[in-house]
């Protein structure tokens, strides 16, 4: 008497499908994570941007907010601590002048979101 060894068709093909109908609820939850982790470490970005910005502002009584350089990679922010390049999470990033005392930021994320912060 001959023993089959192995699995047969039907069974592989069951385990198969297992597999995708996993796949098919996994994978969309981790590109959801990896957008909402670029999303966070822009936010992160912009509040540290900020906070370099208002540093600046507080470092002589001669600084004014309409003496504030508009890009976030300049010097005077790098003095103050920033980053001299942005995150890989952050495509773009300005300093607003909002008005005589009023400043913010605005942070593009790698996904295309925008956010703002203000003084």
Not at 8 to 33: R, S
Not at 56 to 78: F, R
């Amino acid at each position: 008497m001959k023993k089959d060894a192995g699995f047969t068709i039907l069974e592989l093909l069951i385990v198969l499908a297992v597999v995708v109908i996993l796949a098919l609820f996994l994978i969309p939850n981790l590109v959801g994570a990896r957008d909402k982790a670029h999303d966070t470490a822009s936010i992160i970005y912009g509040r540290n941007m900020l906070t370099h910005a208002t540093a600046w502002l507080a470092d002589e009584p001669t600084h004014k907010v309409s003496d504030l350089q508009t890009a976030c990679l300049d010097a005077t922010y790098v003095a103050e601590g920033a980053e001299s390049i942005f995150p890989v999470s952050v495509s773009a990033c300005e300093v607003q002048k909002l008005g005589a005392d009023a400043y913010g930021i605005k942070v593009t994320s790698r996904t295309g979101n925008e956010f703002q912060f203000r003084n």
